[in-house]
């Protein structure tokens, strides 16, 4: 391939060309995804940070000090004074964090030393994200699926039924990626202390919304380390907490579950490492400790809040329109159907009409993640665009 040097000004017009394609949030076209526009100016701190590196923290005493002020500060939302943890790229890398610190617990409580002739079982959710799928895979663990009950949250009874000597841990889900329901927390963390197994609970997408909405009255269950049975939450904050892309977070209740997984880092500043990327970004940590402080618990409750609202009123305004919800939105996801309409022809029709939404797998339904991108304005449009769409249905 032929790749000489150009111009800067003629890369940008390339790129800019490229860029031009892409989808942006502002258009509120997006119904369907869990991230949104981050702010500015979370842009702008993570662009004064692209040089740190917390992958060798000694060299960067400072930044590192901010990854350890945003986990307690994100920590203390989860009732936890004493937090342990990263800042990771995402909801996926801080999943399978917490499931090698189950795997690794479980070696060490039965004094196992090969980890790939066992058969380690994890309970989760048939809700629960893709990403414990590559968990399973890379670390060689079999995940045992439990069924919803009617309301799409983890049936408890089946919790209980599936657990077995091989069990490494239980995965709740506080807000699920397809229709942000939250499961029974407070129960699995009961389960888990009288079983003495690990529970990891994936706040992915709640974990930025949930204590806020409960902050301001919002009648919803109780999810976080107050429940004693939870040994880690992963928490994102490029989804609902406006930061730029990669942020995630793992938080664990005691070190003990960091160390499990920490290897040896020779050649760097720190001996140890337990983060699965290595050489990883500091600017994720300085764009999230900027935001937390702009925003506030009360910035942060106004947002979940003005999501919460607009998800109502898009609920409200479908079943008007004869279109029948999955369940009553629990956080700002909704998934819904026209009874008369082929699921997979409303969404092209809906395409055509160039909104982007998603579909849920279980059970199918359009999907529409009601994120801080999303006005009220741009729902009217939308259900003035359904109506049209159930004309051309003839319906
Ligand atoms: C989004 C999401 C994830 C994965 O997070 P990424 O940041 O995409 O890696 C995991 N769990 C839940 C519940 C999610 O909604």
Redesign the pocket.
């Known amino acids: 391939m032929k790749n000489e040097a150009l111009e800067e000004e003629y890369i940008f017009k390339k790129l800019n060309e490229f860029k031009s394609k892409d989808l942006n949030y502002s258009s509120g076209r997006i119904l369907g995804s869990?991230c949104s526009e981050p702010h500015p100016l979370s842009k702008k701190v993570f662009m004064d940070f692209l040089d740190s590196n917390m992958g060798d923290p000694g060299l960067f005493k400072g930044t590192k000090a901010i990854e350890d002020e945003v986990i307690k500060i994100m920590a203390s939302f989860l009732s936890l004074d004493k937090p342990h943890g990263n800042i990771v790229?995402?909801?996926?890398?801080a999943?399978i964090m917490a499931m090698r610190s189950a795997r690794n617990l479980y070696m060490e409580r039965n004094n196992l030393k090969n980890q790939w002739n066992e058969p380690f079982e994890v309970i989760l959710p048939k809700s629960a994200?893709f990403?414990f799928k590559k968990a399973s895979d890379i670390l060689g663990i079999k995940l045992i699926e439990i069924n919803l009950n009617d309301e799409y949250k983890m049936d408890i009874k089946s919790v209980k039924e599936k657990i077995n000597k091989n069990t490494i841990a239980i995965v709740g889900?506080a807000?699920?990626?397809e229709l942000g329901m939250i499961d029974p927390i407070e129960e699995l963390s009961q389960i888990a202390i009288d079983k003495n197994i690990y529970l990891h609970v994936?706040a992915?997408?709640g974990g930025f919304s949930i204590p806020f909405l409960k902050d301001i009255g919002y009648d919803i269950p109780n999810f976080d380390f107050s429940n004693e049975g939870i040994s880690s939450i992963?928490i994102?904050p490029?989804?609902m907490g406006l930061t730029i892309i990669p942020t995630?977070c793992i938080i664990y209740r005691e070190k003990k579950y960091l160390d499990l997984i920490s290897v040896d880092s020779p050649y760097l500043t720190v001996k140890k490492q337990a983060t699965i990327v290595g050489t990883r970004s500091g600017a994720s940590s300085a764009a999230t400790w900027a935001m937390l402080k702009y925003m506030g618990k009360e910035g942060y409750s106004q947002l979940a809040n003005s999501c919460m609202i607009n998800t109502n009123f898009l609920a409200d305004a479908l079943l008007k329109e004869g279109f029948s919800l999955i369940t009553k939105p629990q956080l700002n996801i909704l998934g819904f159907n026209h009874p008369k309409i082929d699921m997979n022809d409303l969404v092209k029709a809906i395409e055509e009409k160039s909104w982007r939404v998603s579909t849920s797998s279980y059970p199918k339904a359009i999907r529409i993640v009601v994120m801080p991108h999303i006005k009220n304005t741009h729902l009217r449009e939308f259900m003035r665009d359904l109506r049209e769409i159930k004309n051309d249905f003839n319906i």
Not at 89 to 93: F, I, N, Q, V, W
């Open positions: 869990m790229t995402g909801g996926s890398e999943n994200h990403s889900v807000g699920t990626t994936d992915a997408f992963t994102d490029h989804k995630g």
